[in-house]
C-alpha cells in the first residue's frame, strides 16, 4: 500500500511538471504517429512477408545508393556527383518520392535537355511506382519554378505517353509555371483547355495564377484572376490582395487599381488598404485617403487601418488625423510608443504642432515617458522654428523625473542659441557632463548674439584649456562673432593664427568675405576673392552669393550682372540663393528687359523654382509685381504639377498670383485646401491675400462674408475691406463699417483712415470726409500726404477745383511729404473740366517742388493733347517728363500715344510708336496693340498701312527663314484674327479686295498661315464679284 502511496505520488508529482506541456506532448506524439504511417512503405511496415521476400535482393542495391544521395544532398548540392550517383541507380530501383523532385531541380540547372528523355526512361523502368500522377506534378512543379517554358511545355506534352491523364492539380502546377515565366496568353490557351476538360480553375490553380502575375509585377493581369477568384466563389488570401497593391505602389498605379477594384467590389482587407495609405502618405495624396476612409467605416475594418490613416493625415498636416486619432480613443484602441514617435516625427516634417501636442498629451497620460518621446516633440518644435517652446519642455523634462542624455542636451543647448535664451544654455553647460567642442560653439555662438567678442574669445580659449583641439569648425565660429560684431581687425588676427596652424578653409574665406560685404566695402570683398585664388582655393556659389548681394543691396545691379558671369564662365553653378538675390535686384528695377534678363538666367541655371518656397514666392511676386501674366500662368502650371508640400506663405503668393488672373476660383481652391490641413496656422497675410483677391475680383460680398467668420480681424484686414468699398462705389458701406469700429473702440491707423476717406472721395461725399477729418484729429491721429490727396480728390470728384487747390496748398504749407499722386489727379480734374492754364501752373508747381512725374502724369498730358489736336505737345511731354521723373515709358502710355496718333491721322507715326512698343519688348502689350493699330487704320481707310502692319506681324516682309521671320512667326500665333476679319470686311464693302484683300490672302496660303472661314468666304464673294 505504500508502495503504491509512493508510486501515486510519483505519478501526480510527474503530472503536475508536464501539465503545462500537455499540447506540446500531444503533438509530438501525433506527429509521431503520422510519421510512421506515411514512412509505412519505406520501413517496410505495410510489406506482406512474401512481397518483400521477393523484391528485397533487386532493391537493396538501388536503396543503398539512394541513401548515399541523400547524405550527398545533405553535405552538398554537386550537379555532377549526384548525376552519378542516380544514373547508376536509377535502372536497379525507383526514385524514392522525396527525391524525385531534387533529381529533377538538378536536371535543369545542369542538363535541362536531357531531363525529359532521361526521366521518361526511368518512369518507364518502375512503372508501378512512378508512372502515376505524384511524379508527373512532382516534376511539373520542380520545372515550372525554374521558369524554363520550354521544358515545362516538352515535359506537359510527353506525360501523357506514360498513361498518365492530366490532373487539376497537374493544370494547376502548369499554370503557375506559365504566369511565373511572365506568358499571359500560355495561361489563357491552357485554362480554356482546363475548363473543357476538368470545368474549372481550382482554388490553388487561382493562387498559383495570381502568384506567377504578382511575381512579374502584372497588375491588370493579377486584377483580373483576383476577381475571377472572388466571383467563382472562393475567398482571395488576404496576402495576394495586399501585395498586388504593393506592386501597383511600385507602378505608380495605386489610384488607379484601387479604383479599378472599387468599381468591381473587390473584397479589400486591413491588410490591403494599409499598403494603400501607406503609398498615400509617401505621394501625400489626401483625396485618395480619404477615399479609403470611407470604405472603412466598419469598426473591424476601420481599426486595421486607424495606424495607416493617422499617419497619412500626420504627414499631410491635415486636421482629420484629429478625427480619427478621437475615434481610435473612442474604440479604446492603445497605441503604443512606437506608433506615437512616428506620428510625432512625421508632425515634425509636416510642422503639425497642434497634432503632435495631442500625442503627446495621450503618451503623458497612457504611457511612461521617456528621453526619445521627449526628443521628438522637440523636433517638433524645432522643425517650426518654435524654439522657445523646445526649451520650455526642458523644466516639463525635470518634472517628469526622466534625466535627459548626452544628445539632449546638445539639442537643448542648440535650440538656446536659436531663440536666444543665454540663461537656459548656461544652466545646462553647467549639467553636460563634459563639453565637447560641439557645446563650446554653441556656447560661442551665443556670445555672438550679443556682439561679445570678448567672451567669445574667453569661451575659444577655455576650450584649447580644457585639452580639447579646436578643429577649423571652432575657429570659424569664433571668426563668424567677429565678423558680426564688426572687428574685422581681430578677425585678421584669427586668420593669420589658422593660417599657421594650416587651417584656413573656404568657409574662412566666405566668412571673412561677408564681413566686408555687410560693411557695403565692395574693394574689401574682391580683395578677400582674390586671397581666396593665391590660397590655391576656389570661390564657390557663397562666395560670388555675398558679392551679388553686396552689388544688389547698394543697387549696382550692373556689377550684379557682371559677377553672375564671371560666375557662369568659371563653371559655378549658381543656387536657389543666386536666383532670389537677382530676384530681390526687380522690386527696385522695374524695366521688361530687366526682368527678361533675370528669367532667362533661372532658365539657364536649370534650377527646379518649385522646389523651394522662397523662391516660389520670389518668381510668383516678381510676376505680380510686373504684371507678367503670360509668364505668371505659365508658373502656376509647373508649381501645380510640382511635388512641393507648399507652406503658409507659398499659399499666399500663389493666391496673389491667382488674384492677379482674374481666377478667384482657383484663389478659393487653395485657401479651402489651407483652411482643411492647417486652419491653426491661418495667418492674417495669407488672410489678408485672400481678402485682397476676392475685393480686387469685385466680390465685395464674399469678402465680407469671409470677413465676418474671422475671429480677431486685425486693423489690416479692415483696411482692405474698406478698400473693397471704395473700388466698388460702396461709400456708405464703408460708412456703417467705420462707425462700427468705432463703436467697439478700436483703434483706427491712418491706413484705415486713408481707405474710408477714399471711399468717400470717389463720389464726391465731402461731408463724410468732412466728419472723418473730425474724428481723427479727436484721436490725436495727423492725416498724412496720401490724407490730403484722397481730399483733394474728392473735391475734384464734386468739381470743386478751387477747394482741391487750396487742400494742395495746405499739403505744401504743412511740408507734408506728397508725391505726383495728388498732382495727377488735379491734373485729370483740370483736363475733364478744360482748365488749360491751370493745368500749365501744376507742372510748374511740380517742377519747383521738385516732384517727379509719372507714367500717369504722362498719360494724362497725351490724352488732353490729343483731345485738343496738340500732338506735337504731346510728343515734347514724351521726351521731357521720363527724364525729369527717371521713369521707363510703360505700355499703357505707348498705346494710348499710338490712339492719339490714329485719332489725330497720324497713321506714320502710330505704326512707329508700336514698333517702339514691341522694341521695348513689352510682349504683352504687343498682341492688343497690334489689334488695336489695325482697328484703327481700317477704321481710317489706311488700308495700305493696316496691310504692311499685318505683313509685319506675321513675318511676311522678311527673308525666308531668317531669324526675324521665325520670331515673327512665333509670336504671330497668340495674334487674334478678329482684327483680320474687319480688314477684309472693310475691304469687300468698299470693292478693294480686289486690290489689297486678295494679295494679303495668297501671302497667307504661301505662308502657310491661318485664315478663318468668315475670310475665306469674303475672298470667295469677292472673287465672283470680280467675274461678273
Known amino acids: 500500500v505504500i508502495c503504491s502511496l509512493h508510486m501515486m505520488s510519483f505519478f501526480e508529482i510527474v503530472s503536475e511538471q508536464l501539465a503545462p506541456l500537455s499540447l506540446e506532448l500531444a503533438f509530438l506524439s501525433f506527429f509521431l504517429l503520422g510519421f510512421l504511417i506515411l514512412r509505412a512503405d519505406v520501413l517496410g511496415l505495410l510489406h506482406s512477408p512474401v512481397k518483400k521476400a521477393k523484391t528485397a535482393a533487386p532493391l537493396a542495391s538501388a536503396e543503398i545508393t539512394f541513401r548515399g544521395l541523400r547524405k550527398k544532398l545533405e553535405e552538398e548540392n554537386h550537379a555532377a556527383s549526384l548525376f552519378k550517383d542516380w544514373r547508376a541507380a536509377q535502372a536497379q530501383g525507383p526514385t524514392p518520392k522525396d527525391l524525385l523532385k531534387q533529381i529533377v531541380q538538378a536536371f535543369v540547372e545542369a542538363e535541362p535537355g536531357s531531363l525529359v528523355e532521361e526521366l521518361m526512361q526511368h518512369i518507364k523502368l518502375h512503372p508501378e511506382a512512378l508512372a502515376n500522377t505524384f511524379s508527373a506534378t512532382t516534376a511539373l512543379d520542380a520545372v515550372a519554378r525554374s521558369g524554363r517554358i520550354d521544358i515545362l511545355t516538352e515535359l506537359w506534352e510527353a506525360i501523357p505517353q506514360l498513361g498518365i491523364q492530366p490532373t487539376a492539380c497537374m493544370y494547376d502546377v502548369l499554370l503557375g509555371g506559365f504566369a511565373s515565366a511572365g506568358k499571359p496568353d500560355k495561361v489563357r490557351e491552357f485554362e480554356e483547355q482546363l475548363v473543357k476538360e476538368k470545368g474549372r480553375l481550382s482554388a490553388r490553380g487561382y493562387s498559383l495564377v495570381i502568384k506567377g502575375f504578382l511575381k512579374n509585377g502584372m497588375c491588370d493581369k493579377v486584377l483580373s484572376k483576383i476577381l475571377a477568384m472572388q466571383k467563382a466563389g472562393f475567398d482571395v488570401p488576404g496576402f495576394a490582395v495586399a501585395q498586388f497593391f504593393r506592386n501597383a505602389c511600385e507602378a505608380g498605379r495605386t489610384e488607379e487599381m484601387f479604383h479599378a477594384a472599387k468599381a468591381r467590389n473587390l473584397d479589400m482587407s486591413a491588410e490591403a488598404l494599409s499598403v494603400i495609405l501607406e503609398d498615400c502618405a509617401k505621394s501625400s495624396n489626401l483625396k485618395l485617403a480619404q477615399e479609403v476612409e470611407l470604405m472603412a467605416e466598419d469598426g473591424a475594418l476601420y481599426r486595421g487601418i486607424a495606424e495607416g490613416l493617422m499617419k497619412v493625415y500626420a504627414t499631410a498636416g491635415d486636421q482629420k488625423a484629429f478625427k480619427v486619432f478621437k475615434r481610435t480613443q473612442d474604440m479604446k484602441l492603445p497605441l503604443s510608443e512606437n506608433l506615437c514617435m512616428s506620428l510625432m516625427a512625421r508632425c515634425a516634417e509636416s510642422q503639425f504642432v497642434a497634432f503632435a501636442e495631442e500625442i503627446m498629451a495621450y503618451a503623458r497620460s497612457s504611457l511612461k515617458m521617456t528621453v526619445s518621446l521627449y526628443s521628438l516633440q522637440m523636433k517638433v518644435y524645432a522643425h517650426s522654428g518654435m524654439y522657445s517652446q523646445a526649451c520650455d519642455l526642458y523644466d516639463q523634462i525635470r518634472a517628469d523625473g526622466v534625466e535627459p542624455d548626452a544628445m539632449m542636451y546638445g539639442c ?20 553636460v557632463p563634459s563639453l565637447d567642442i560641439q557645446h563650446y560653439m554653441f556656447l560661442i555662438r551665443s556670445a555672438g548674439q550679443q556682439f561679445n567678442v570678448e567672451r567669445a574669445l574667453e569661451l575659444f580659449q577655455q576650450l584649447k584649456d580644457s585639452g580639447l583641439k579646436p578643429d577649423v569648425a571652432a575657429y570659424n565660429c569664433v571668426l563668424d562673432v567677429c565678423v558680426k560684431a564688426g572687428n574685422i581687425r581681430q578677425a585678421h588676427l584669427l586668420v593669420k593664427e589658422m593660417r599657421q596652424l594650416n587651417m584656413v578653409d573656404i568657409i574662412t574665406y566666405n566668412t571673412l568675405l561677408k564681413g566686408f560685404c555687410s560693411k557695403g566695402d565692395f574693394s574689401g570683398a574682391k580683395k578677400v576673392l582674390q586671397e581666396i585664388q593665391d590660397a590655391g582655393m576656389k570661390p564657390n556659389d557663397v562666395s560670388y552669393n555675398s558679392l551679388i548681394n553686396t552689388a544688389v543691396s547698394s543697387g549696382k545691379f550692373d556689377q550684379a550682372w557682371d559677377i553672375v558671369s564671371e560666375m557662369e564662365k568659371k563653371g559655378i553653378d549658381p543656387d536657389r540663393y543666386t536666383i532670389s538675390i537677382m530676384l530681390k535686384s526687380l522690386k527696385k528695377v522695374r524695366s521688361p528687359k530687366d526682368t527678361a534678363r533675370c528669367f532667362d538666367f533661372i532658365e539657364r541655371s536649370k534650377i527646379d523654382v518649385c522646389s523651394d518656397g522662397v523662391l516660389v514666392n520670389s518668381v510668383l511676386e516678381t510676376c505680380v509685381r510686373n504684371k507678367d501674366n503670360q509668364r505668371l500662368e505659365a508658373f502656376l502650371q509647373q508649381f501645380e504639377k510640382s511635388d512641393l508640400r507648399p507652406s503658409v506663405p507659398v499659399f499666399g503668393s500663389v493666391i496673389k498670383g491667382y488674384s492677379s488672373l482674374k481666377r478667384i476660383d482657383k484663389c478659393w481652391e487653395y485657401w479651402n485646401e489651407l483652411q482643411s490641413q492647417q486652419p491653426a496656422k491661418h495667418s492674417d497675410i495669407v488672410t489678408g491675400c485672400m481678402l485682397d483677391a476676392l475685393v480686387c475680383n469685385k466680390e465685395v460680398d464674399k469678402a465680407v462674408e469671409l470677413f465676418m467668420g474671422l475671429k480677431q480681424p486685425n486693423m489690416v484686414l479692415y483696411s482692405i475691406l474698406l478698400k ?48 472723418i477729418l473730425e474724428h481723427m484729429a479727436s484721436t490725436g491721429t495727423r492725416p498724412d500726404g496720401i490724407t490730403h490727396s484722397v481730399i483733394v480728390k474728392g473735391h475734384c470728384v464734386k468739381g470743386e477745383l478751387d477747394k482741391a487747390f487750396q487742400a494742395l496748398k495746405g499739403i505744401q504749407q504743412c511740408n507734408l511729404d506728397h508725391d505726383a499722386v495728388v498732382y495727377n489727379t488735379l491734373l485729370d480734374a483740370c483736363s475733364k473740366h478744360r482748365r488749360h492754364d491751370l493745368m500749365q501752373q501744376l507742372l510748374e508747381g511740380m517742377e519747383t517742388k521738385k516732384v517727379a512725374p509719372t507714367n500717369f502724369t504722362l498719360g494724362i498730358l497725351i490724352k488732353h493733347y490729343a483731345r485738343n489736336r496738340q500732338l506735337d505737345k504731346a510728343f515734347e511731354a514724351l521726351e521731357k517728363l521720363p527724364k525729369q521723373g527717371k521713369f521707363q515709358i510703360n505700355e499703357q502710355v505707348w498705346m494710348c500715344l499710338m490712339c492719339s496718333c490714329l485719332n489725330n491721322g497720324e497713321p506714320k507715326k502710330a505704326i512707329e510708336i508700336y514698333e517702339q512698343l514691341k522694341a521695348a519688348q513689352h510682349d504683352a502689350a504687343a498682341g492688343s496693340a497690334y489689334e488695336t493699330l489695325v482697328s484703327g487704320l481700317v477704321r481710317n481707310n489706311d488700308f495700305a498701312y493696316a496691310i504692311e502692319v499685318v505683313e509685319k506681324a506675321y513675318g511676311l516682309r522678311a527673308e525666308n527663314g531668317s531669324r526675324e521671320q521665325k520670331l515673327a512667326l512665333e509670336t504671330s500665333k497668340h495674334l487674334d484674327l478678329a482684327c483680320l476679319e474687319q480688314l477684309f470686311a472693310r475691304l469687300d464693302s468698299l470693292s478693294l479686295h480686289k486690290e489689297f484683300g486678295l494679295p494679303l490672302l495668297e501671302q497667307f496660303r504661301s505662308a502657310k498661315l491661318p485664315v478663318t472661314n468668315r475670310i475665306l468666304a469674303l475672298a470667295v464673294s469677292a472673287s465672283r464679284s470680280t467675274r461678273n
Request: net charge negative; hydrophobic share 40%.
Open 724 to 771: 473693397g468699398f471704395a473700388n466698388s462705389n460702396q461709400p456708405q458701406r464703408a460708412m456703417e463699417f467705420w462707425r462700427e469700429m468705432c463703436s467697439k473702440g478700436m483703434k483706427i491707423n491712418l491706413v484705415a483712415y486713408n481707405s474710408i476717406l477714399d471711399a468717400q472721395a470717389r463720389v464726391g461725399n465731402t461731408d463724410e470726409i468732412c466728419e
Open 412 to 431: 537643448l543647448m542648440k535650440f538656446a542659441v536659436e531663440c536666444n535664451r543665454t540663461d537656459l544654455l548656461n544652466e545646462i553647460s553647467q549639467k
